[in-house]
């Protein structure tokens, strides 16, 4: 049966406010999925362990999403006649956070990274497959550009990768890609917020239960270590609930356009706040990326 939209929750119009709120609320996507791998590297640089990880990832976001429903006001409720896209979206967050964090522990950073953000390719092969929304040539480039650049950004080899991180990585795009048409769709009757309550509730439950059910824990050796955990938790509560309602003002093909910016900004905070060096192919790849994203969204109607 096909879901049908309570009275009270009407679908939204969009109107170029609603565009510019989007516009800024992907930069804030942006900007918190970013500090995500960083807070996550310092983590695992003290010691923890992956699923301990997530214990704590988990339990600072759920913690972060009540306190903000309880400030806003966001409620779950009238959400059961879309149970089943709820608990995809659970499933596909459980699926992109276990498999790209898990990655790394097989491939490199860049490598799992570079195969992960296929996602936006993928988001724009879907919808226009699906009829969902039209991709133009100019758009189609965009993508495929931005991607070369994050292989100059990333500078990846796949001498002697190992195929069990490639497929985490490629399992966590494919996840999130697929997240993206659920939530665009989802979006046309219920709030974001809502969505994003449910979800990271959900999932970390899961995760947490888990986590407690296994044991064997491996906690941070210090202070750093917690810091890294707990902030990736708030990274991800925040980005996550910035990212369902970006989609649902933007429309999955020009939100995933803008994700392509996200690793960019990950390695500028390691640079900055990590010591990380930037190489000369490295900001070659940046300015490639920048500029297939102003090619893909170039013609667009503000």
Same mark, same amino acid.
């Given at each position: 049966?096909? %879901?049908? $939209?309570?009275?009270?929750?009407? $679908? $939204?119009?969009?109107?170029? &406010?609603?565009?510019?709120?989007?516009?800024?609320?992907?930069?804030?996507?942006?900007?918190?999925?970013?500090?995500?791998?960083?807070?996550?590297?310092?983590? =695992?640089?003290? &010691?923890?362990?992956?699923?301990?990880?997530?214990?704590?990832?988990?339990?600072?976001?759920?913690?972060?999403?009540?306190?903000?429903?309880?400030?806003?006001?966001?409620?779950? @409720?009238?959400?059961?006649?879309?149970?089943?896209?709820?608990?995809?979206?659970?499933?596909?967050?459980?699926?992109?956070?276990?498999?790209?964090?898990?990655?790394?522990?097989?491939?490199?950073?860049?490598?799992?990274?570079?195969?992960? =953000?296929?996602?936006?390719?993928?988001?724009?092969?879907?919808?226009?497959?699906?009829?969902? %929304?039209?991709?133009?040539? @100019?758009?189609?480039?965009?993508?495929?550009?931005?991607?070369?650049?994050?292989?100059?950004?990333?500078?990846?080899? =796949?001498?002697?990768?190992?195929? @069990?991180?490639?497929?985490?990585?490629?399992?966590?795009? !494919?996840?999130?890609?697929?997240?993206?048409?659920?939530?665009?769709?989802?979006?046309?009757?219920?709030?974001?917020?809502?969505?994003?309550?449910?979800?990271?509730?959900?999932?970390?439950?899961?995760? !947490?239960?888990?986590?407690? !059910?296994?044991?064997?824990?491996?906690? $941070?050796?210090?202070?750093?270590?917690?810091?890294?955990?707990?902030?990736?938790? !708030?990274?991800?509560?925040? &980005?996550?609930?910035?990212?369902? %309602?970006?989609?649902?003002?933007? +429309?999955?093909?020009?939100?995933?356009?803008?994700?392509?910016?996200?690793?960019?900004?990950?390695?500028?905070?390691?640079?900055?706040?990590? +010591? %990380?060096?930037?190489? =000369?192919?490295?900001?070659?790849?940046?300015?490639?990326?920048?500029?297939?994203?102003?090619?893909?969204?170039?013609? @667009?109607?503000?």
């Amino acid at each position: 049966m096909s %879901e049908t $939209p309570p009275a009270a929750v009407p $679908p $939204p119009i969009v109107r170029s &406010g609603d565009l510019r709120i989007g516009y800024a609320l992907a930069a804030v996507m942006i900007t918190f999925f970013a500090s995500a791998p960083n807070f996550a590297r310092l983590a =695992f640089a003290d &010691g923890i362990d992956p699923l301990t990880f997530q214990l704590i990832r988990f339990s600072v976001a759920i913690a972060g999403m009540l306190m903000a429903a309880r400030i806003f006001g966001w409620r779950v @409720r009238g959400l059961a006649p879309y149970w089943r896209s709820l608990m995809a979206l659970t499933v596909i967050t459980l699926i992109a956070s276990f498999g790209y964090m898990t990655s790394v522990r097989y491939i490199q950073v860049g490598l799992a990274s570079l195969i992960f =953000f296929c996602f936006p390719i993928l988001v724009g092969v879907l919808t226009h497959v699906l009829g969902m %929304e039209r991709v133009s040539l @100019r758009g189609g480039l965009g993508f495929l550009i931005a991607f070369a650049g994050l292989v100059l950004v990333f500078g990846v080899s =796949f001498e002697a990768a190992d195929p @069990r991180g490639m497929a985490l990585a490629l399992a966590a795009g !494919i996840a999130v890609a697929c997240g993206f048409l659920i939530t665009r769709r989802l979006s046309r009757f219920v709030p974001s917020p809502s969505v994003s309550l449910t979800v990271i509730c959900s999932a970390g439950i899961i995760f !947490i239960t888990t986590a407690l !059910i296994v044991g064997d824990h491996q906690w $941070p050796a210090s202070s750093t270590g917690w810091i890294g955990a707990a902030g990736a938790g !708030i990274a991800y509560f925040v &980005g996550l609930t910035a990212l369902y %309602e970006t989609i649902a003002r933007l +429309g999955p093909v020009r939100s995933a356009s803008f994700s392509n910016l996200e690793p960019l900004l990950t390695i500028a905070i390691a640079f900055v706040f990590l +010591g %990380e060096r930037l190489t =000369f192919l490295q900001s070659l790849g940046a300015a490639v990326v920048v500029g297939a994203l102003l090619l893909a969204n170039s013609g @667009r109607k503000a």
